[in-house]
């Protein structure tokens, strides 16, 4: 998939802002949406985590990264969204199961435990990794309550 065609919804929470200032500057040949925070200021994780599930959602958008200190509080409150499979990836390995194996749309990093590295790297793992459909599919239709 060609980096015009992804556009990618990106938000965070105080915990993780300094991450997605990272990851905004470094997906400058995407088309980027800042859904926030905007700040260190301390912000609740679901204010910006709802938003960037919805435009995944609605497919105004490829994907979604989310970015907060565990990941945790964000991909609970994404995977709340019917059409979204949020995966916490602290390897760039699990980056890469979560679009072969499970279709993940969202990517939701822990900033307080993976090095800048790590992030962008698992980033483009994951916006560049298909999946791989066959047996992963029948079981990735079963998700959705």
């Known amino acids: 998939m060609s980096t015009d065609k992804i556009k990618i919804a990106i938000g965070s929470d105080h915990a993780g802002f300094e991450y997605k200032e990272i990851l905004r500057s470094y997906l400058v040949d995407y088309e980027v949406k800042d859904f926030g925070t905007y700040s260190l200021e301390s912000a609740d994780y679901p204010d910006f985590a709802h938003p960037v599930a ?3 959602e609605s497919t105004e958008f490829t ?9 945790n509080g964000v991909a609970i409150t994404a995977n709340k969204h019917q059409q979204i499979r949020a995966a ?3 390897l760039n390995e699990i980056a890469l199961l979560a679009r072969q194996h499970n279709n993940a749309n ?3 990093i822990p900033a307080r435990f993976v090095s800048e590295g790590l992030a962008k790297e ?3 793992t994951f916006l ?12 990735v239709n079963k998700m959705s309550c």
């Open 88 to 90: 916490i990836c602290w």
């Open 122 to 124: 698992m980033t483009t």
């Open 128 to 139: 560049h990794t298909p999946f791989e459909g066959g047996r992963h599919q029948n079981r």
């Open 63 to 71: 994907f979604g990264i989310l970015v907060c200190g565990s990941a």
């Open 106 to 108: 969202v990517l939701c």
């Open 54 to 56: 919805s435009a995944v």
